[in-house]
Nanobody, 111 residues
């Protein structure tokens, strides 16, 4: 099973930006989406963004226009650029590829 390692979380003020990265331990196939999910306290895990190789990423309505996802198959990496962060973006963010999940990384938006 592919191992996924996330990095880049932390604490940021509202309106700030963070970049999350996820690196896979093995080759990633462009036809299989790489995705970011998040889970806020007391809530279910939800899809934030996903991408196959190509021009059509998917975003949840809550992050559309603020987050950007891109992937680099040569580097076995998917990146989530998060801008204009809001307190409701707080949660544990998980990278997913095929049936594999990363361990999660905390993102906290607050003063």
């Amino acid at each position: 099973q592919v191992q996924l390692m996330e990095s880049g979380g932390g604490l940021v003020q509202p309106g700030g930006s963070l970049r999350l990265s996820c690196v896979a331990s093995e080759t990633t196939w462009s036809s299989i989406p790489m995705a970011w999910y998040r889970q806020a306290p007391g809530k279910q895990r939800e899809l934030v963004a996903s991408r196959r190789s190509g021009p059509d990423p998917r975003y949840s309505d809550s992050v559309m226009g603020r987050f950007i996802i891109w992937r680099d198959n040569a580097k076995k990496m998917v990146t989530l650029e998060m801008n204009n962060l809001k307190p409701e973006d707080t949660g544990v963010y998980y990278c997913k590829y095929d049936n594999s999940w990363g361990q999660g990384i905390q993102v906290t938006v607050g003063s």
